[in-house]
């Protein structure tokens, strides 16, 4: 159980073009997902907090025009990565908390690998 | 802002011996969660705690959740190759999670 999957798993695209995440909770409903991304041997970093059915909350430092984030069911949230540079380029990973269970328990997605040319 | 502590930053050992890491804080969580995560790979669950004082096992790793709810530490027994990853610690109590910095544990055969 507790299975969160991650689509696409690797993209590659151009300066300038957006890219969509998406990220589903298979076999849970998760009223929160959150949005985190990763730079070569560090930790992660949290972006951005998504409730099913309001505005996600941003982490200080996180442009909200530039990741614009929709959790529009409990089993679906998306990221999109707006007019995207090479900076950008990132391991992203989506995670959702399950609101059946303990709320700060966390369940990964495998991650999605951006990078933009 | 709450901080993590993880240590050690990395370990190199043999197959067969047993490992320990540990996350400590100034502050107090409500939650400790440990994960492994591999190259390119999400990171895994491998144990959450959410009382203080608990001890809990899941095949060869036991994790604690400290009594002062400020600590949590990790053990694998009899390590073996595939054990390799990195290895995160998390404390939550506030709805979101703060990690460790991890610990790279790499086992030679």
């Known amino acids: 159980g507790a299975v969160v999957s991650q689509h696409p798993s690797r993209v590659i695209c151009k300066s300038g073009t957006s890219v969509k995440i998406e990220c589903r909770s298979l076999d849970f409903q998760a009223t929160t997902m959150f949005w985190y991304r990763q730079f070569p041997k560090q930790s992660l970093m949290l972006m951005a907090t998504?409730?099913?059915?309001?505005?996600?909350?941003?982490e200080q430092g996180v442009e909200k025009d530039k990741f614009l984030i929709n959790h529009a069911s409990l089993t679906l949230s998306t990221l999109t990565v707006t007019s995207a540079h090479p900076e950008d380029s990132s391991f992203y990973i989506c995670?959702?908390?399950?609101?059946?269970?303990?709320?700060?328990?966390?369940?990964f997605g495998p991650g999605t690998r951006l990078t933009v040319l | 802002g709450q901080q993590l502590n993880q240590s050690p930053q990395s370990m190199f050992i043999q197959e067969g011996e047993d490992v320990s890491m540990n996350c400590t804080s100034s502050s107090i969580f409500n939650t400790w969660l440990w994960y492994k995560q591999e190259p390119g790979e999400g990171p895994v669950l491998l144990i959450a705690l959410y009382k203080a004082g608990e001890l809990t096992s899941n095949g060869r790793l036991t994790a604690q959740f400290g009594i002062t709810r400020k600590d949590s530490f990790l053990n694998i027994s009899a390590s073996i190759p595939s054990d390799v990853g990195i290895y995160f610690c998390a404390g939550g109590g506030l709805g979101n999670l703060i990690f460790g910095k991890g610990t790279k544990l790499s086992v030679k055969p």
């Open positions: 995670s959702a908390g399950d609101s059946g269970g303990a709320s700060d328990t966390q369940y």
């Open positions: 998504s409730n099913e059915g309001s505005k996600a909350t941003y």
